[in-house]
């Protein structure tokens, strides 16, 4: 545990316990209102399913998964998606950066992003791609750490409550 009161780590193979404190990480984030590819309310069956499916691509390291631990548990993730087009070996995606509310503005987030990136570097990566909410508390993040804004697409997503909401798509050369 560092001195801010959480630790990070990287899973390379998720059990039963992890993939419940996943879920309530997921859940925790919709019922705040995030655009995280669900809809509200998103119930345990759904979310728990999510992380299983992202269990067995950990499991094939297809995808790298980064959390963030406190007192009470995980508190944050992010995941790196590895496996990509044979012409584009040099990529990654990051996904579902996601952080419990308890657990907001005490740099979990930056946190998670520095080790995504580490990571990637490990995996040879050199470009990160990723998309987010227009104007919203992560694409401030992203921006911060200097990801690189290629353009806004309007009505690309629903609020989990609906509503339509426009999607930034950024880069960040490593
Ligand atoms: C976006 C998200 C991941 C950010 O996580 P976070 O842990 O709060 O991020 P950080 O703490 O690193 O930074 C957030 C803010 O806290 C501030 N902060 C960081 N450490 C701080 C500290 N010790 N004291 C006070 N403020 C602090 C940062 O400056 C930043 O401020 P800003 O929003 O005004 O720019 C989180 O809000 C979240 O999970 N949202 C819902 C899910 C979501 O939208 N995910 C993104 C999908 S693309």
């Given at each position: 545990m560092?001195?801010?009161?959480?630790r990070?780590?990287?899973?390379e193979?998720?059990?039963d316990?992890?993939?419940?404190q996943?879920?309530?990480?997921?859940?925790?984030?919709?019922?705040g209102g995030?655009?995280?590819s669900?809809?509200?309310p998103?119930?345990?069956?759904?979310?728990?399913r999510?992380?299983?499916?992202?269990?067995?691509?950990?499991?094939?390291?297809?995808?790298a998964l980064l959390v963030a631990?406190d007192?009470l548990g995980?508190?944050?993730t992010?995941q790196?998606?590895?496996?990509q087009p044979?012409n584009?070996?040099?990529?990654?995606?990051l996904?579902?950066m996601?952080?419990?509310?308890?657990?907001?503005r005490?740099?979990v987030g930056?946190?998670?992003?520095q080790a995504?990136e580490?990571?990637?570097?490990?995996?040879?990566k050199?470009?990160?791609?990723l998309?987010?909410?227009t104007?919203?508390?992560?694409?401030r993040?992203?921006?911060r750490?200097?990801?690189?804004?290629?353009?806004a697409?309007?009505d690309?997503a629903?609020?989990?409550?609906?509503?339509?909401?426009?999607t930034?798509?950024?880069?960040r050369?490593l």
């Amino acid at each position: 545990m560092t001195a801010a009161g959480y630790r990070l780590r990287r899973l390379e193979a998720l059990d039963d316990a992890q993939i419940e404190q996943l879920a309530d990480v997921l859940i925790d984030c919709v019922d705040g209102g995030a655009s995280v590819s669900f809809m509200h309310p998103l119930s345990r069956d759904r979310a728990l399913r999510f992380w299983r499916r992202v269990a067995e691509g950990v499991a094939l390291r297809e995808r790298a998964l980064l959390v963030a631990e406190d007192a009470l548990g995980f508190c944050g993730t992010v995941q790196l998606l590895l496996e990509q087009p044979e012409n584009q070996p040099h990529r990654a995606d990051l996904a579902k950066m996601l952080v419990r509310r308890r657990a907001r503005r005490q740099g979990v987030g930056a946190a998670l992003m520095q080790a995504a990136e580490s990571a990637a570097r490990e995996h040879g990566k050199t470009l990160l791609v990723l998309d987010a909410v227009t104007d919203g508390d992560a694409a401030r993040l992203y921006e911060r750490l200097g990801w690189v804004r290629v353009g806004a697409i309007p009505d690309y997503a629903l609020f989990p409550t609906g509503g339509f909401c426009s999607t930034t798509v950024y880069y960040r050369r490593l």
